[in-house]
C-alpha cells in the first residue's frame, strides 16, 4: 500500500477504534456527493468494508454540473460492483416554497433521504466524509454567529439520527491536504463544486480568506482550534453529568458513594 495512504488509513483505523463508531455487524450508508472528501470515503469503504456498506447521492439539481458528481459516484460503483442509489430534487424550489435558504433545504432534504434509505436498507450507520478543515470552520462559523457553548463543540463525531440509527464522521480526523493527496496517489476521479469557491457565502469566506489569513501569523492556528473543542466537549459532557446527577438527588433519589 502507498505510504501516503497506509498513513490516512492507520488514522481512520485508529480513530474508528477509539471511539467506537463501526461495530463489526453494523451495516452503513455512505452518503457521497461525489467530491474530493466524499470519494476518498467511498475508497476506504469499498477497501475496508467490502460488501458492508451500500452508497446513497443526493442531486440537489442546484447547478448544471450536477449530473457530473452524480456520474462520478455511479461510474466508481457500477465499476467495483457497489450497491448505488441516487435521488433528484430541486432544492431551489423546494427552499423558496418554504422561505428557507438553499444551505439549510439542501441540508434538511440529505439527512431525510438518508434516513429513509438507511431504514430501507436496515443501515445501522450513516457515514458522511466531513474532515477536520471543516470542523474548524464550524467552530468559526459558530464563533462569529454567537452560538451558545455547545457551538463550540464543532462537528459530533458520532450523533443520533433516528432512535436506531447514528450518523458517524470517520474522516473528521484527517486534514484537506491529505485528502487531496490520497486521491492522488490513489488516481481517484473527483468532482468539484464551483459554488465552493464563492466568498459571498459566509463559509467560504472563513475557508478561503479568514482562516489562511490567521495561520499566516499563527500557522498551528487549527490544531489549537480542535484541541480547545475537544476541552470543552469533556467540560459539557462533565457539566450534564453532574447535572443529571443532582436532578436525581432532587427527585428522591440517593446519591451512590464509590
Known sequence: MPEITLNIWNKINKFIKENKLINQRDRVLVAVSGGPDSMVLLDYFNKRFKNRFIVFHLNHGIRKESIIDENVV???????????????????CIANKNRDNLENTARKERYEFFLKYAKKYKCDLVATAHNMNENIETIMLNLIRGKSIKGLCGIPFKRKLSRNIYVIRPLICIKKNEILSYLKENKIK????????????????????LIPMIESKQPNFGIHLIDISKQIIKFTKSGEQTAYGSRLTAHGYKKVKR
Open 190 to 209: 473527483y468532482a468539484v463544486d464551483k459554488t465552493n469557491y464563492d466568498t459571498n457565502y459566509t463559509r467560504n469566506w472563513i475557508r478561503r480568506k
Open 74 to 92: 455511479r461510474n466508481y460503483c457500477v465499476k467495483n460492483g457497489i450497491d448505488f442509489f441516487c435521488e433528484k430534487i430541486d432544492a431551489i
